[in-house]
């Protein structure tokens, strides 16, 4: 079993920043990708940003050059740095990552509990 927790969110004003971290704990066998999504309230889930465990990276537009995804794989744990925050940027932050247990062969997703990020004008 693999745990997400998440923490870092809260409210900001615009032009401040934040910084996001999800720590995955359990059975962890390996882990591949790992990425954050984001979700406003009557909108879908949206991907904000992936690292992969090469650590290439990969951003949504919207978020290019304010938002740094990294990760410390000996703590299993994701970071996004936000700057420059936008009203627009408000939404819960989920985790995501693709990683493989001890007991099992198969590569899976896991998914964070959610942080919220309010960015006021």
């Known amino acids: 079993q693999v745990q997400l927790v998440e923490s870092g969110g809260g409210l900001v004003q615009a032009g401040g920043s934040l910084r996001l971290s999800c720590a995955a704990s359990?059975?962890?066998?390996?882990?591949?990708?790992m990425g954050w999504f984001r979700q406003a309230p009557g909108k879908q889930r949206e991907l904000v940003a992936v690292?992969?465990?090469?650590?290439?990276?990969n951003y949504a537009d919207s978020v290019k050059g304010r938002f740094t995804i990294s990760r410390d794989n000996a703590k299993n744990t994701v970071y996004l740095q936000m700057n420059s925050l936008k009203p627009e940027d408000t939404a819960v932050y989920y985790c995501?990552?693709?990683?493989?247990?001890?007991?099992?062969?198969?590569?899976?997703?896991?998914w964070g509990q959610g942080t919220q990020v309010t960015v006021s004008s």
């Open positions: 995501n990552i693709w990683a493989r247990v001890s007991s099992d062969y198969r590569w899976r997703d896991y």
């Open positions: 690292i992969a465990s090469g650590g290439s990276t």
């Open positions: 359990g059975s962890i066998f390996s882990i591949s990708r």
